[in-house]
């Protein structure tokens, strides 16, 4: 069963970073396309990040200039550098990854940013 943990969410003052990581196991497979989407309150899910299997990476409007995503194609793993955080970045964060039998997402973390 392919299982995806993500973690390093917190609490952080607007202007500060936080880094997250999403570790995968269960599966021999390489993931092909990563992603880390984040859902605040009352919202719908919202696509952060992309980090393609040829290397590509793709952001969200609300993101571009302040976010970066990296993955570790050996570990299987996504991360997310997050700069310049705003009170909007408040969310629950989860990394989404795309396997020869499936979508898999994990449990989420929190990041909340106090103005």
């Known amino acids: 069963q392919v299982q995806l943990v993500e973690s390093g969410g917190g609490l952080v003052q607007a202007g500060g970073s936080l880094r997250l990581s999403c570790r995968t196991s269960g599966t021999i497979f390489r993931a092909r396309d990563m992603r880390w989407y984040r859902q605040a309150p009352g919202e719908q899910r919202e696509l952060v990040a992309v980090?393609?299997?040829?290397?590509?990476?793709n952001y969200g409007d609300s993101v571009k200039g302040r976010f970066t995503i990296s993955r570790d194609n050996a570990k299987n793993a996504v991360y997310l550098q997050m700069n310049s955080l705003k009170p909007e970045d408040t969310a629950v964060y989860y990394c989404?990854?795309?396997?020869?039998?499936?979508?898999?997402w994990g449990q989420g973390t929190q990041v909340t940013v106090s103005s």
């Open positions: 989404n990854a795309d396997f020869p039998r499936g979508t898999y």
């Open positions: 980090a393609t299997s040829d290397g590509t990476a």
